[in-house]
């Protein structure tokens, strides 16, 4: 059986105190979920270490947005996957699409970042997605089929045996759209059969999360389909009730 992960994305929100709250909250209600869920909150930079103290040995799992694609040295305003490793970090997401958008980041910028955070024992959580314009021309697979050949086509099957994939519809995040649970299955099922052409048999063991405006009212229906593995979550992740309700919805 493939894990069951929900993830929270808190992307720039919540300053230190706000965000250990959240954690704290998160953390007392975690039992809720029972233990066959595993929970990732992925909080800003700026108090990842505190999150990491306030959720040892809680069963919550802490990861970090992003990190360079350098090991060290002149990169101002960088952080590197060693930092965050040194912090108690286990988890990074990696490709997400405000990173492809807004910052221009590319596969070959994300081959870097994804070796960076192998050599120091972060597991990525690689994100995929199409735009609405992508998905309306029809083009939709090919864009995601070069998303996942063009990175994790290069991994060893060892460090894809770490790996999780998050596929997020980019007309669907942030937006209150959100994918129907056939569009999702249809997807993850294209996905899972894209890793299986590089990778055999070991992409049946692939978490491959949802992320597209997935809610509490929403997730029991996605997780339901047999190539939805959990989610990766954006607004609904900011509060404790939410997040651990799309915990409890497998």
Known sequence: MRRKIVAGN?????????????????????RETGPSVELIVCPPFTYLSEVVKATRGEGVAVGAQNCAAEEKGAYTGEVSAAMLAALG???????????????????????RKLAMAY?????PIYCVGEKLEERESGRHFDVVGAQLR???????????????????PVWAIGTGKTATSEQAQEMHAYIR??????????????PILYGGS????????????????????????????????IGKSF
């Open 193 to 206: 059969r894209t890793l299986a052409e590089k990778f055999g048999a070991a992409a049946e063991h692939t």
């Open 10 to 30: 808190w992307k720039m929100n919540t300053l230190p105190a706000e965000g250990l709250e959240l954690a704290r909250a998160i953390v007392a209600k975690r």
């Open 119 to 123: 050599a120091n024992r972060l597991v």
């Open 150 to 168: 063009e990175v994790v086509y290069n991994l060893s099957p060892e460090q894809f045996s770490s790996l999780i994939v998050a596929y997020e």
């Open 214 to 245: 997935c809610k509490p009212s929403n997730a029991q229906e996605l997780f339901a389909k047999p190539d939805v593995d959990g989610g990766l979550i954006g607004g609904a992740a900011l509060e404790a009730d939410s997040f651990i309700g």
């Open 89 to 111: 970090v286990e988890y990074v997401i990696l490709g997400h699409s405000e990173r492809r958008e807004y910052y221009g980041e590319t596969s070959d910028t994300l081959n």
